[in-house]
């Protein structure tokens, strides 16, 4: 399936102030895209009336608002529209991602709690269960750096590649694309260097840096992804028997302390002869 032209980026819109940072880099990629911006919060009511500290319908309005200043002031020709819908910020924007170029919400914590995060983790559950890539935004803005993107040979990975191509390209930004291999092993350099010429193709002023590291491929890229401005995972590398998120991706999505895209759903891989 592919994305309709006039799908928009979506931003999730909560109480925390790292929702203003969610905001603002979704405005920017709404803005290298080419796309709206829609921003949504979702509205618990039980909450708001059982609870002296939940968020009132009122409080919902202002956040909305607060959000759309946010993005004018980082995109000001990005179109914005806001939107309060009932029910569970996880469900809300799993729907809207059947539509929706991209999701983008904030990480809610995780990249500084160590091994505590909880598989019911908000940006867990959408990255694991979304139609469409999923932004997790940090609290912290990042640096400018490259883009930074495993490969490992499966097709999971060839899609990431493309979209980090894509992505390094409206940023003016080069990719940094890793191959990560077992002690020992020095079999996939070849296969790094092809893959990345394939996908360079569709992207010719964009320049890329291979490297080939031997290791566990979540620490490798963890530790990579350390002075990137955006890392780019697929869903499942080749590991489909892990489930919705594979290994690399939680460790990314966990812990890596610049945002992480995770690709799935409509964006599809070019052939490997393209």
Do not use: K
Request: charge should be negative; charged fraction near 20%; hydrophobic fraction near 45%.
């Amino acid at each position: 399936m592919t994305t309709p032209a006039d799908a928009s980026v979506v931003a999730a819109v909560g109480p925390a102030e790292e929702s203003m940072q969610v905001v603002r880099l979704a405005a920017r990629e709404a803005a290298a895209q080419g796309r709206s911006l829609s921003l949504l919060h979702a509205f618990n009511w039980e909450a708001a009336f059982d609870s002296p500290g939940g968020v009132t319908r009122a409080g919902a309005e202002d956040l909305i608002e607060r959000a759309a200043a946010a993005a004018n002031d980082a995109e000001p020709a990005v179109p914005v529209s806001g939107e309060i819908v009932e029910g569970s910020p996880v469900q809300a924007l799993i729907r809207r991602s059947e539509s929706a170029y991209l999701v983008a919400l904030g990480d809610g914590g995780m990249a500084g709690c160590g091994a505590c995060v909880p598989a019911d983790a908000p940006a867990v559950q959408v990255a694991a269960r979304a139609d469409c890539p999923v932004l997790v935004v940090r609290p912290q803005p990042p640096p400018a750096g490259p883009v930074l993107v495993g490969v490992d040979g499966s097709a999971s990975s060839r899609t990431a590649l493309a979209f980090a191509f894509d992505c390094a390209d409206r940023r003016s930004a080069r990719v940094l694309a890793i191959r990560v291999l077992e002690p020992g092993r020095h079999d996939g350099e070849q296969m790094l260097v092809q893959a990345v010429a394939r996908a360079a193709r569709r992207h010719p002023a964009v320049a890329a840096e291979c490297h080939t590291i031997e290791g566990d491929p979540g620490t490798v890229l963890l530790e990579q992804s350390r002075s990137v401005q955006l890392a780019v995972v697929g869903a499942r590398g080749d590991e489909p028997w892990r489930g919705m998120l594979g290994a690399v991706s939680q460790s990314l999505l966990y812990h890596s302390p610049c945002p992480v895209i995770v690709v799935r759903g409509s964006v599809s891989a070019p052939p490997d002869g393209a």
